[in-house]
């Protein structure tokens, strides 16, 4: 097992976006934004009034709310890939509505949205790359709207794209009830696979049955049960974000032909393997960099064209397990590193203004 330089080294990177730089900000409103200025963590992060972004032919989007995911802990802490210049502000995914938008963008002001970036989503505005900019159905929340561009589409890139499945195949999903994991129990189902998910306590477990897992296991003896549960056979998918020192035994629960799809590692150390494991059952390792797919011209516009059907049909609907302020953005980083939070986080620049929900009937708060 190598061990990575902090708790919870990352993998993947995210598609080009903004971050605040200063440019032109005398001349520009000020907003509330969530800075990092220090690389010292959560409590270290500054709340406070920035200029808004300069659009800079990009479109600017009034944030309804902003998703919390792993790799805003690690930027944080300067241990992600990507290590903008301090200060930045913080942020990969949201949902808003569009307050400007170049010509051509296919956007214009009022436009419901949700939308990726390196860094800029924990503020009231950001400015994002039209191309990691997709509309948001009337029938999707802003909360739930900005948990779906990091996580979804990474589950879309590892289950439909690199890990080729198909439906009637069984898909094992480590850390079931975190971001990518919800969101690849939920996409799996919606594509007809059976799921059977693994996470680390209960109120995970209820998370990960109402994103849709067919069976729930612990982390303890996941390997024998998932062996159990397919008749010996064995899962065609394993989906890992956590990585450490269950991805052998993740390897020994593939089928014959099966694909470990290697995500990240919130368990803090990368694992090594030895390959003569896959050749005993013509099995598949394979790697997953979202991030690296996303700078493909007209990559992630085509991912959201095949997940907005089921996004229409609330069929993917994030499990929100937090839903917050935007100046309590260090809890939920909190929360997130000390894999205390069951489902999603999700940052509201007005808490207090409510909000046609139409999905959101099944949370916990
Ligand atoms: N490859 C890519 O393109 C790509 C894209 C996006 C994200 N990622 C990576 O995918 C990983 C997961 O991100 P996420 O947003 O899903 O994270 P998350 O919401 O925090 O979920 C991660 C899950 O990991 C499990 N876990 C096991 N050991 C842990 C530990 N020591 N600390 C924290 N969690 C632990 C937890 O589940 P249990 O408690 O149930 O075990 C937790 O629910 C991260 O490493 C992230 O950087 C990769």
């Known amino acids: 097992m190598t061990r990575l330089a902090g708790p ?34 959560p409590n270290a992060l500054r ?29 944080a802490r300067g241990r992600y890939q990507d290590r903008p210049e301090l200060p930045f502000v913080l942020g990969q995914e949201c949902a808003g509505v569009v307050r400007s ?9 009022g436009d419901r949205v949700a939308a990726s970036t390196t860094a800029g989503a924990f503020a009231d505005v950001v400015a994002a790359d039209p191309a990691s900019v997709f509309p948001l159905p009337e029938a999707v929340s802003f909360r739930h709207g900005a948990c779906l561009p990091v996580n979804y589409l ?57 994103a849709g897992a067919h069976d729930v296991l612990a982390v303890d003896g996941f390997a024998p049960a998932a062996r159990r549960l397919t008749g010996g056979t064995g899962v065609d998918v394993v989906v890992d974000p956590v990585g450490g020192d269950r991805f052998t035994d993740s390897l020994r629960c593939l089928a014959p032909g099966g694909r470990l799809l290697v995500v990240g590692f919130t368990s803090g150390s990368i ?5 003569n494991r896959l050749l005993l059952n013509n099995t598949e ?7 690296a797919l996303a700078q493909q011209p007209g990559y992630l516009h085509r991912q959201w ?61």
Do not use: C
Request: aromatic residues 2%.
């Open 154 to 210: 990474t589950a879309h890139a590892a289950l439909l794209h690199r890990g080729r499945l198909r439906a009637g195949e069984t898909v094992l999903v480590h850390g079931a009830a975190g971001g990518v994991g919800s969101a690849a129990v939920q996409l799996a189902v919606a594509v007809g696979a059976r799921v059977i998910a693994v996470v680390s306590d209960d109120a995970k477990a209820r998370v990960a049955r109402r």
């Open 8 to 41: 919870n080294a990352a993998s993947g990177s995210m598609p080009a976006g903004p971050t605040a730089a200063p440019g032109r900000a005398a001349a520009r409103r000020q907003m509330r934004a969530v800075q990092v200025v220090t690389l010292d963590g």
């Open 101 to 109: 938008a170049p010509d051509g963008s296919g956007f214009a002001p």
């Open 271 to 275: 694992p090594t393997v030895r390959v």
């Open 305 to 365: 064209a095949d997940l907005l059907p089921l996004l229409q049909r609330g069929q993917l609907t994030p499990q929100i397990g937090a839903a917050l302020p935007l100046t309590a953005a260090a809890a939920a980083l909190h929360q997130l590193e000390q894999r205390r939070l069951a489902g999603r986080a999700v940052l509201l620049t007005a808490p207090d203004e409510p909000e046609p929900a139409p999905a959101e009937h099944e949370e916990t708060r």
């Open 285 to 291: 390792l394979v790697g997953v960099g979202w991030g």
């Open 47 to 75: 709340i406070g009034p920035v200029p808004e972004p300069d659009p800079d032919g990009r479109v600017v989007i009034d944030v309804r709310a902003a998703g919390v995911v792993y790799p805003d802990a690690l930027k």
